[in-house]
């Protein structure tokens, strides 16, 4: 007999997706292997519907609740498999416009992945891409409301979605008892303000404070709203534990009466990594209001006419705290061609090599990583030349890859 605790080691480094041909083969052997192989084949699940546009809906529609209905079957003589699946994925819950038989693929298939929705009981990670809550049927609505509430639940990725207003949708994502983890990415509300009032179809705020979160992503979404909440005192989220916010093309900040300040003085006070994408606007001094900042990651754009260098050394050097303890700072932008007048453009990166190189400022900073993209023409060795000192300190890296941020005028 195979030692169970060798064959739960051996499965843990299967993927439930690229390798789930061999975690099935895994199962058929033995007792021991099923029972190792399980929850790694169960573990990761998508459910979408049918979009009524593609032209084969209606036999798309049929294979989606078979499939369903097939997983049902399963959790019924097997009820603990329900308790493997940890990872749920929903995409693609809208209601397009169609006729006839469509209508009634769509609602068909709408009730059995509720079906299936309401049988999950052990979700850790949720996530939403592209769904449309206003227009999908009440049963779905609550089986996805249904799933926000789940005590299990530790991580909420929620993009491209829409809800119908901004104060239901943080009674939402406030429901799970633990979400540590929050990403949020291009989220539409037809009504954006924020109240304070309980709110309807049964969700009503949390107990102030009593939701820590310690991983914040927030992407191409109005902020304002989020400010306020976050200020209210009735705000369910409690952020004296936040380490990782990442800010990426966030609209309409420096408007009305909040701004990045008052988001770094909200949350940022127990933050250790900071990634930007963004406009800053008027976040001049904003590192006096992260005390505890350990990295720091900003996307710029470097152009023939146009050096982030001034900017970066203002947004820098305006602390009027005690010297930053930033161990490590990464820099991403976008060069993608040697043109005349670009390089006396780029010698000016040799003041941040001051900057950067001035242990009274910078006491604790080990490295500082110029993120370049693959297709760069600019030579490595240009941008080391502007950076001596830290070069010397062996303190600089310069590497090129697949540029996840997307560089921008600061």
């Not at 809208?94 to 006839?100: H, I, K, P, T």
């Not at 409301?145 to 901004?166: C, M």
């Not at 989220?187 to 009503?204: A, C, M, N």
């Not at 990166?349 to 297709?375: C, E, G, M, Q, Y």
Request: charged share 20%.
């Amino acid at each position: 007999m195979f030692p169970p605790e060798l064959a739960i080691h051996v499965c843990s480094f299967l993927d439930s997706q690229t390798d789930k041909q061999v975690l099935l083969n895994c199962a058929l052997v033995d007792s021991t292997w099923l029972s190792a192989a399980q929850p790694i084949i169960f573990r990761d699940l998508t459910l979408n519907l049918t979009s009524p546009r593609h032209e084969d809906h209606e036999y798309l529609s049929a294979q989606s609740i078979r499939a369903h209905e097939n997983l049902l079957e399963a959790l019924d003589i097997h009820p603990h498999l329900a308790s493997y699946i940890r990872h749920l994925r929903l995409k693609n819950l809208e209601n397009e416009s169609s006729r006839g038989g469509k209508v009634t693929s769509w609602v068909n298939e709408s009730l059995s992945l509720a079906r299936v929705l309401r049988r999950l009981t052990n979700v850790r990670s949720l996530i939403l891409f592209r769904v449309g809550y206003p227009t999908i049927l009440p049963t779905l609505q609550e089986a996805i409301r249904n799933l926000f509430q789940l005590g299990s639940i530790t991580s909420l990725d929620i993009s491209y979605a829409t809800f119908p207003s901004f104060s239901q949708f943080i009674g939402f994502i406030s429901s799970p008892k633990l979400p540590t983890f929050i990403s949020l990415s291009s989220l539409k509300f037809l009504e954006e303000g924020f109240s304070e009032t309980p709110f309807t179809d049964g969700v009503t705020l949390t107990t102030p404070g009593s939701r820590p979160i310690t991983r914040l992503h927030l992407s191409l979404i109005h902020i304002m709203p989020f400010i306020s909440c976050f200020a209210s005192p009735h705000c369910p989220f409690d952020f004296t534990s936040l380490e990782t916010l990442h800010l990426h093309a966030l609209r309409d900040i420096g408007h009305g009466s909040h701004s990045m300040m008052d988001l770094f003085r909200l949350v940022g006070n127990s933050l250790k990594h900071l990634e930007l994408e963004m406009i800053l606007g008027n976040a001049i001094g904003f590192l006096d209001l992260l005390p505890s900042l350990k990295t720091l990651t900003l996307a710029i754009q470097q152009t023939v006419d146009y050096s982030p260098v001034p900017r970066i050394t203002s947004l820098l050097t305006a602390s009027t705290s005690p010297p930053t303890n930033i161990e490590s700072i990464n820099l991403h932008f976008d060069v993608f061609e040697l043109r005349a007048g670009f390089l006396p453009t780029f010698k000016a990166w040799r003041t941040l090599d001051s900057l950067f190189s001035d242990v009274s400022r910078f006491p604790a900073l080990k490295t500082v990583t110029i993120h370049l993209p693959n297709d760069s023409a600019l030579p490595l060795n240009v941008v080391e030349e502007q950076f001596q000192t830290l070069m010397a300190d062996d303190r600089l890296k310069v590497v090129k890859g697949l540029m996840i941020l997307k560089s921008l005028r600061m």
